[in-house]
């Protein structure tokens, strides 16, 4: 690694950076941390990850599955039995990790496994988020994610009374979470009125806890907001689409909660399991 980089590293960075070492895993800072932003070389401050490449892959390491383009460099690892590809910082060869590929997690089927003490977080300063529970949230964040502006999706639950719920404990209806979509978007490239016109369109604001055949609590329609101006506009337009339908709306708008962040084979799942364009 290039010397001029590591002045101001700790022992422990250096440990990894530098000598190319392994923190313990389900230690690191980043491992659990899913904020939107960018990850930067820790020695350099190089950017190399945007934070929604980064996924759970239960390894106990930040995993990403895409790098930014020229930020990661390559090399044939032989310190073990088993031959595997270690990354480092383009710019100035600190060591990150290793990648892995065929695990099947995301689509693009990719595994940087990165350590902590070798990244920095920055995070964006200029993205919104909003919250909608509209059904199944495997075809919410279908349909969210194609949409212009949005930088990240994420399924999740949010509304109950239950710290850290699974998707069978939302499912009982116990928790009293609902299943919902987190988005984070660019507000320079599509307003949040523009988001509550696609929710209010690809979903059925007229019946109680259900869409469909899914029916629940958890399946609840509900906007939480994440700021009073987002409250006014969810109010607004909730009554000019009640002029176009002959059921009253039953859509909830609440204050935003705490959000848990689904297991990770809930995330994208339409795409990572080809089930082709699917509608609400």
Not at 102 to 128: A, Q
Not at 243 to 271: C, G
Request: charged share 25%.
């Amino acid at each position: 690694m290039k010397a001029k980089h590591t002045n101001h590293l700790s022992k422990a960075e250096k440990d990894i950076i530098v000598h190319k070492g392994t923190e313990t895993p389900f230690t690191g800072e980043y491992n659990d941390h899913f904020e939107q932003g960018v990850f930067v070389c820790r020695a350099c401050s190089n950017i190399l990850y945007e934070s929604n490449t980064k996924f759970d892959s239960g390894c106990g390491w930040p995993s990403f599955d895409d790098e930014i383009s020229g930020a990661i460099v390559r090399n044939e690892d032989n310190s073990l039995i088993r031959k595997r590809i270690e990354i480092c910082c383009s710019k100035c060869d600190g060591h990150l990790g290793h990648v892995f590929h065929g695990e099947k997690v995301t689509i693009k089927d990719t595994r940087h496994c990165v350590n902590s003490l070798s990244i920095r977080f920055i995070p964006h300063k200029y993205l919104s988020k909003a919250t909608f529970g509209a059904g199944c949230f495997w075809k919410v964040q279908h349909i969210f994610s194609k949409l212009n502006g949005v930088y990240d999706t994420q399924a999740g639950y949010m509304g109950g009374n239950k710290k850290n719920p699974t998707y069978k404990q939302v499912c009982s209806g116990s928790t009293l979470h609902a299943e919902v979509v987190q988005l984070t978007y660019d507000s320079r490239e599509i307003d949040y009125k523009d988001i509550l016109e696609v929710f209010l369109r690809n979903h059925d604001p007229t019946t109680l806890n259900r869409q469909g055949n899914d029916e629940g609590t958890q399946y609840r329609s509900v906007i939480f907001f994440h700021s009073s101006k987002q409250r006014k506009l969810a109010l607004t337009s909730l009554d000019d689409y009640q002029k176009l339908l002959s059921h009253p709306i039953v859509t909830q708008v609440l204050d935003h909660k705490e959000f848990y962040r689904a297991e990770e084979y809930h995330q994208d799942y339409i795409n990572k399991n080809n089930l082709g364009l699917c509608s609400l």
